[in-house]
C-alpha cells in the first residue's frame, strides 16, 4: 500500500516537473502579435463588443495584441468608448484620421495584421475568433 502512494507521489511530481519544463520551452519562443486596424464610423455597440471579444480571445490564448483605430467621421463618443476600453485593459492603440491611414505603412513584418471595416459584415467574419 505504501509502494502504491509513493508511485502516484512519484507520478504527480514528474507531471508536474513536465508541465513546468514545457512552460520554460514555450516562453522563450517568439510570438508574432496581432494587429488590428479597425475602420470605425459611428457603430458605439458594435465596436465595444468586437474590442471585447479580440480582448477575450486574445487573454485566453495569452497573447498580445495592439489596435489602430481610423476614425472616418466617427463621434467623439465612439471614440471615447474605445480608448476608455483599451486603456483599461492596458492594450497599446492608436487612434489616426483616414488621410494618415495607409495601411501599408501601418503593416509590420513580425504582426499578424486583420483590417476590418464596422460597416460590412463581410469584415467581421474575418476576425476568426473561433478557429
Known sequence: MIEGLVWII???????VTVHLIHRVSQ?????RSHYILWVKDKQL???WILRSIQMWHWMRGRQFIVTIVSEDASRETMDIAAKLLHRWGI???MIQPE?????????EDEHTV???????EDLKRLQLFY
Do not use: D
Not at 10 to 16: D, F, N
Not at 28 to 32: H, I, S, V
Open 28 to 32: 522563450g519562443r517568439t510570438k508574432a
Open 92 to 94: 497599446e492603440h492608436r
Open 115 to 121: 483590417e476590418i471595416h464596422l460597416e460590412p459584415v
Open 10 to 16: 512519484v507520478l504527480y511530481g514528474s507531471a508536474i
Open 100 to 108: 494618415l491611414a495607409l495601411v501599408e505603412t501601418l503593416m509590420r
Open 46 to 48: 458594435q465596436m465595444e
